[in-house]
């Protein structure tokens, strides 16, 4: 007849969902993701803002689109470097990935006037992103 350990681990504690699961490495994919593709989005406006410009005549709301385009590809390239120390399951990528989600979201304003869906749709990445690594991060044992 066996027995229940005497001791839980740390782990039996933890609402759903919490914990080493796959939903911080969802959040470290999708802010890999994301920061790739605004890297990408980033150098198509620097090397040729003509493929980004809208056929409306709207542009960015700062600056022009190769100005956007360096910004977004700074903030992308962060982004993907940060993800991968989310990957290596690293603290302080955690929130450091939670700054560099709200600085994302934040940029996607300076597009919205051009792109308001692609830049709605950024947003809610950035927002699942950081409830993925507030809501869902295993707790310190001191």
Not at 54 to 63: K, M, P
């Amino acid at each position: 007849m066996s027995t229940a350990p005497l001791s839980s681990s740390r782990n039996d504690d933890l609402p759903a969902g919490a914990g080493s699961n796959g939903w911080i490495t969802f959040a470290a994919i999708i802010l890999f993701l994301n920061g790739m593709f605004g890297a990408l989005y980033g150098l198509g406006a620097i090397l040729n803002d003509k493929v980004v410009t809208v056929g409306g005549g709207t542009g960015v709301t700062v600056w022009d689109f190769t100005g956007w385009g360096w910004i977004q590809l700074i903030i992308g390239v962060v982004m993907a470097l940060v993800a991968v120390g989310l990957f290596t399951g690293n603290r302080a990528a955690r929130w450091l990935a939670v700054g560099m989600a709200m600085i994302s979201a934040l940029a996607q304003f300076g597009i919205i006037s051009a792109f308001p869906l692609w830049a709605i749709l950024v947003i809610v990445l950035d927002v699942v992103i950081i409830y993925q690594l507030v809501a869902r991060w295993e707790p310190e044992v001191v």
